[in-house]
Structures are given as C-alpha cells and as structure tokens.
C-alpha cells in the first residue's frame, strides 16, 4: 500500500514509525511542497497513491466532487473540534480525517533578549516602536524576524489578527459569498500596516524582509539573534532544535486587541482514501485511534487534532499546553488560506500569499496605510471572484 504525504525531513521519518506498527507493509512517499500537482499528475498516469495526506482540506471537497475519492470511517476513538469536521464532508459523506495539527497562534522569543511579554496587540505594537528606534541607533535587534518570501507567513498573521477582530467575518471569508472589500478586512489591514510600517521593525528593513524566507527568519531569533521576537506555528520547534544556542526559545500567544488569549488559527494535514486503493480506508481507519500516533507523541514535534488522546500522553510539556488550548471552547478557526478555492488559496507567487506580499511591499515602503489597503482589498476582491470565493 503507498501513502502519498506533504511531509518531508523528521516529519517524514516520524510518520514513517507510526506506519510501521501496522499490521501490512505501507511504502510512504513524500510529495514536497506541492501535493495537489503530484497528485493530479498520477492521476492523469492511473498511478494514484492507495492514500494520500493533504494540508488543504480544500483539496478533500475537490477531490471528492470529482470522483477521485471514496468516503472514510474514523475509528470509535476519534474526535475533533467542532468545526473541523464539517471541512471535509461532501455530500453528506466523510471524504477525510484529520491525523495531525499545527497551532498556529504563537510568538517565540529567547527569554534573555524580551523579559516581560506582550499581553495585547497595543502592547506589542508600543514594543516594537521602542525596539525599532533602538534598533535604528544601532543600540539593539530588531523587534521582529518575518519570513516575507513565504507568502504562507503573512497570511498567517493576517488571519491571527482577523479572526481576533471579526471572527464572524473570518468564517464567512471561506464560503462563495465572503465580501473581501469590507471593513472587518480593511480594518484587519489597517492594524497590520500599523506595526509593518514601524521604522526599524525588521532586519535591514522591509526589502530585505521580502527575500527572507520562514527558517531563515527563526535563525534570525534563536541564533544570530538579529531579532528579539519571530511569529509562526508549533513546527517552528522543529527549526529551532536544528539552530538554536544554548538558550531556549519561549512562546506567548500571539495578542489579541483586547484581554485575554483572542481566536487561535490552526492548520492541519487530513487523510484521504483513493477511489481505486485497496486497504485504504482500512489504515485510514486505524490511523484515527489514539494509540496509533504513539511513536510520534513520544519522540515529540507532533500535534494531535484528536481530543480522545490524553494530555498526559504528550511527552513534550510545550505541546501538552498546545493541545489543551486547542480543546477550549469557541476560539478555534482553521487556517483561511487552506480553505480557499482554486489559485485564490495561494503559493508561490500566486493567490493571497502574492497578495499579502505586495500589500507588506507597499507598507514598508512608505505607501500610505489607506491606498495600501485600497490596492489590496481590491486585487483580495478580484482573485475571489476568479476562484469563485467571494466578492
């Protein structure tokens, strides 16, 4: 049987340990970056894998409609949050399950170089004004790293800050109708044009930010420690046991405009049947109980989406409080991007990740708040329409 996944790395050879517990030989092929163009090109070859693990849960529905999936059957064991299901049924019928999670909602820093944290985004933005200025003196790092040539960056903030200000609006964002000309859209660009536009709030400014990529932007924080403060998921440990000094790196959840945590974004890597595989929906099944992750939760850098695993299962402190936040109630929004249609979801030059990129251009380069937003909102409104996804 071979499984198709996104990972590659450790991620790969720790899902390659849980596989070999089950009971029939599993051959794991890593897709790379682009699983959808692997997957339509084996498609077209009559080579589709038996299974396949996808970060798009997009991808489920589109698949399903097309025909190229047969439905699946979770284990009595296994439970998500609310809302995460519903993103992979088409048809009434269950198309995928979720086998793992990234909290995407975190703040890492050295705690030698920020000794008191942000507790709201007023905060943060006051910080990083007072950070930047030293920094322009030459008196300090920069108050942020950023990784602006991955598009998938600064979509994730945008989302983390929309879904703190107008999580109503966030959700709708997904659906056919969603209106990316309105205000929750345009005040969420304001405030990020807000703290981008700082003077002195990356390393060698906002151009240079631009060719940075999300690894290179962790090293910024943890090793050469250009920066005090980096933005991304709970993978981001990976990168950071590879760099990291001797000193080790603490989050904060990322702040909210008012008290208290605000909305956490997560993303997540769904399993999913091929219409022609045989055994598929059967190790799909078995990959949905709680002891089948066991290799991984042990050996740390995994997440679980499914709530019937025990906390105390997890070996990693840091992610056993992950895992709990996770569980909490009416917070939970699944990563906007993935959930997009067509190109307007985003990669490499393309989509809202090129989007997000030209707005972040504009900010930093001295282009008004108001125009930038303008040109964004606009060219957000017309990929929608070009997808289907909005107005």
């Known amino acids: 049987m071979q499984v198709a996944v996104v990972w590659s790395g450790s991620e790969l050879d720790r899902f390659r340990e849980v596989v070999a517990t089950y009971p029939h030989s599993v051959r794991v092929v890593s897709a790379g970056n682009d699983i959808d163009a692997f997957l339509r090109?084996?498609?077209?070859?009559?080579?589709?894998?038996?299974?396949?693990?996808?970060?798009?849960?997009g991808l489920v529905t589109e698949y399903a409609a097309r025909g190229w999936l047969r439905p699946v059957r979770p284990s009595t064991e296994y439970a998500v949050p609310i809302g995460l299901s519903d993103l992979l049924m088409a048809g009434g019928q269950r198309y995928g399950v979720w086998v793992k999670a990234a909290h995407k909602s975190l703040v890492w820093h050295l705690?030698?170089?920020?000794?008191?944290?942000?507790?709201?985004?007023?905060?943060l933005v006051s910080l990083t004004r007072r950070l930047g200025a030293l920094a322009r003196r030459g008196a300090g790092p920069?108050?942020?790293a950023i990784g602006a040539a991955d598009g998938w960056v600064l979509t994730d903030w945008f989302e983390n800050v929309l879904a703190d200000l107008?999580?109503?609006a966030y959700d709708a964002l997904a659906a056919s109708d969603g209106d990316w000309q309105g205000r929750p859209v345009r005040d969420t660009l304001d405030?990020?044009?807000?703290?981008?536009?700082?003077?002195g709030a990356f390393p060698?400014?906002?151009?240079?930010?631009?060719?940075?990529q999300y690894e290179e932007s962790v090293i910024q924080v943890v090793r050469s420690r250009r920066a005090v403060m980096v933005f991304e998921a709970d993978f981001t440990a990976e990168v950071v046991g590879r760099f990291r000094g001797a000193e080790e790196p603490v989050t904060f959840r990322f702040p909210s405009a008012g008290t208290g945590g605000g909305a956490l974004i997560v993303g997540g890597d769904v399993a999913v049947v091929f219409a022609d595989a045989r055994?598929?929906?059967?190790?799909?099944?078995w990959l949905t109980r709680a002891d089948s992750f066991q290799p991984w939760l042990r050996a740390g850098g995994y997440l679980s989406p499914n709530t019937t695993i025990a906390l105390t299962d997890?070996?990693?402190?840091?992610?056993?409080?992950?895992?709990?936040?996770?569980?909490?109630?009416?917070?939970?929004?699944f990563d906007l991007s993935d959930q997009l249609p067509g190109a307007f979801t985003g990669s490499d030059g393309v989509g809202i990740w090129r989007i997000m990129q030209d707005f972040f251009a504009d900010v930093t380069d001295g282009v008004s708040a108001g125009e930038a937003v303008r040109r964004a909102t606009g060219q957000l409104a017309a990929a929608a329409r070009d997808a289907g996804g909005g107005r």
């Open 314 to 333: 997890y070996a990693d402190p840091v992610r056993r409080q992950l895992a709990r936040e996770m569980r909490g109630p009416d917070t939970l929004h």
């Open 166 to 168: 107008a999580p109503t």
């Open 279 to 285: 055994g598929g929906v059967e190790l799909v099944e």
């Open 142 to 144: 920069a108050p942020l």
């Open 191 to 199: 405030r990020l044009a807000e703290l981008w536009s700082i003077d």
């Open 204 to 212: 060698g400014g906002g151009r240079r930010a631009l060719l940075t």
């Open 41 to 57: 090109a084996r498609h077209l070859a009559g080579t589709s894998p038996d299974v396949a693990i996808l970060s798009r849960p």
């Open 111 to 123: 705690p030698s170089m920020l000794p008191e944290q942000p507790t709201s985004w007023d905060e």
